[in-house]
């Protein structure tokens, strides 16, 4: 009998054990610690009310959510993994996600890379800001923290500003324009190699697991031309070790959600599911994954 009271005890057959359980889950939801719209006490209360049974807070190359989450759902008496997402990219496909569970949040060489990641994208952003300030807009530090309090900022965060300060009217408007220029453009996130993010999340002592493999289709592919594509880009997850696949994501119909799990299945990983939840206002386009 597993222990739901405290996953942290678990080992990693155990906590396969519980991913793969009936219970009912969500294991990918991003809070206000990342790009998310809701505390890790909010999403946590709002999933207890409609019935979940097992949750994950996966933010973007950060833990302080699902630290938060697993001290909240200690208290309501809630099951929770730990969570995070960790973005990389690989010559078989850029903006690969990996999601890890279980890990240990105290372990240093997990720690290191984690502070790592935030230090180069603290400065991005600061290049980033300065960019935008040699065009006149005047963007302070107390602009950003007024933004998700300033504790995750990127592109998103920047957007939100210029809509304040009434230079552009959406964030679609801004990405866009103004960050299509090129001296913009040309400031990259600085992205870990996938390889390197599934031995991190090893390293701490949890599970990788590659996020929604649909989103790695383009929008002018066809389901036929990107399948072996799709295959080949797991294929290589697997020789770097995954342990787990996301089968069940908003980016996958029905029939791909069950093409996913055939090769989970077929290659003995871990079958895992999430809403890749951000916001109740999010409008994300995941129909298009879902065409022929």
Known sequence: ??????????????????IESDLKKDLHMHTTFSDGAMT?????????????????????????????GMAYAKKIGMPFIYGI?????????DDLHMLGYGFDPENEIFLDVVIE???????????????????GFGI??????????????????????????????????AFSTIF???????????TMPSKKAIDTIHAGGG??????????RRRDESFEEFKPRMFHIIDTMVAYGIDGLE??????????????????????LMITRGSDFHSLDARRDFEVYHRP
């Open 85 to 93: 997402e960790f973005d990389s990219e690989d010559a078989v496909g």
């Open 247 to 268: 089968c069940h994501h908003p980016s996958a119909s029905e029939m791909q959600q069950e093409l996913l799990v055939e090769y989970a299945k077929e290659h003995g």
């Open 1 to 18: 009998m597993l222990n739901l009271s405290d996953t942290t005890v678990l080992n990693k057959d155990e906590m396969r054990a519980l």
């Open 140 to 173: 302070t530090e107390e602009d950003v923290k007024k933004i998700n309090g300033g504790r995750y900022v990127g592109k998103p965060t920047f957007a939100k500003i210029l809509i304040k300060k009434g230079i552009v009217s959406s964030v679609n408007e």
């Open 207 to 216: 599970l990788a697991v590659m996020a929604h493999p649909m989103e790695q």
């Open 40 to 68: 890790p006490e909010e999403i946590i209360d709002m999933r207890v009310s409609e019935g979940y049974e097992l949750l994950a807070i996966t933010d973007h190359d950060v833990i302080g959510g699902s630290v938060a």
């Open 180 to 190: 299509r220029e090129p001296d913009i453009k040309a400031i990259k996130k600085v």
């Open 117 to 135: 990641v935030i230090a180069d994208r603290n400065k991005r952003n600061r290049q980033f800001m300065d960019a935008l300030n040699k065009r």
